[in-house]
């Protein structure tokens, strides 16, 4: 395998979301008369919006998308660093990475600056790309803007819906098990438990440098 960047999902991945996003979807369904445990199981991975039209298609995905962006902003506080983040993070300072998410630009931001996580030089999110997740062009673009091709990327996916769009753009992917058992994350190359388990996968394929 031959690694030339390494691409991140966000949530699950470099920021313990999970418990936010949950009490964001749940407050969302329960006001809009859903099941939560049904809706919650269409969000991983996906844009707010494209989870809305799924679980309620009689609603207007663009006005329930602001709804659960006025959720989203109550939640300054829940979004804190994944294990292992910073470190492996700071190990990349010097290498070539992106992140690659279906959130938004603003909000992705503010968590990083909360959670004292760095952004790299290309971001990728959903509003960037007119088919998401689990479609392989968001994965496609930051490989170009990267200027590499999505077979020398290293992709590290928490999501079923991540990891597929990360195989159809041919990348190579890293499952995360943080929010899903190795056998949802069916399609990934390999996986792994930790981000400390992925910084010792690229040391030994010699993209990062021992410490």
Same mark, same amino acid.
């Given at each position: ?10 949530d699950?991945?470099?920021?313990d ?16 008369g859903?099941?939560p ?5 269409l ?5 707010p919006?494209?989870?809305v ?8 995905p663009?006005i ?10 109550q ?13 492996l ?10 992140? #690659? ?22 971001? #990728?999110?959903?509003?960037?790309v007119?088919?998401a ?9 930051a490989?170009s ?5 999505p077979?020398?990327?290293? #992709? ?10 990360? #195989? ?8 995360l098990?943080t ?9 990934a190359?390999m ?14 394929q010699g ?5």
């Open positions: 395998m031959t690694i030339s960047a390494v691409l991140f999902d966000v699950g991945v470099l920021l979301s999970t418990a936010a996003h949950r009490r964001i979807w749940t407050s969302w369904s329960l006001a809009r859903l099941n445990e049904k809706v919650w199981r969000t991983f991975g996906r844009r919006e494209d989870t039209k799924d679980a309620a298609p009689h609603l207007d663009v329930e998308r602001r709804v659960l962006d006025e959720l989203l902003a939640e300054k506080d829940g979004f804190p660093p994944l294990d292992g983040a910073a470190d993070l700071e190990a990349l300072s010097d290498s070539p990475w992106a992140i #690659v998410t279906s959130g938004d630009r603003t909000s992705v931001g503010e968590r990083f600056a909360a959670a004292g996580l760095p952004l790299p030089a290309v971001q #990728v999110y959903g509003s960037d007119e088919h997740k689990p479609a392989p062009d968001c994965f496609a673009l490989a803007r990267l200027g590499v091709a077979s020398a990327c290293l #992709v590290v996916e928490d999501a079923p819906a991540g990891v597929s769009a990360a #195989v159809a753009a041919g990348c190579t992917v890293i499952g098990t929010t899903h058992r190795e056998e949802s994350l069916g399609q190359h996986c792994a438990a930790s981000l400390a388990e992925v910084r010792n996968l690229l040391i030994a993209f990062l440098a021992r410490p």
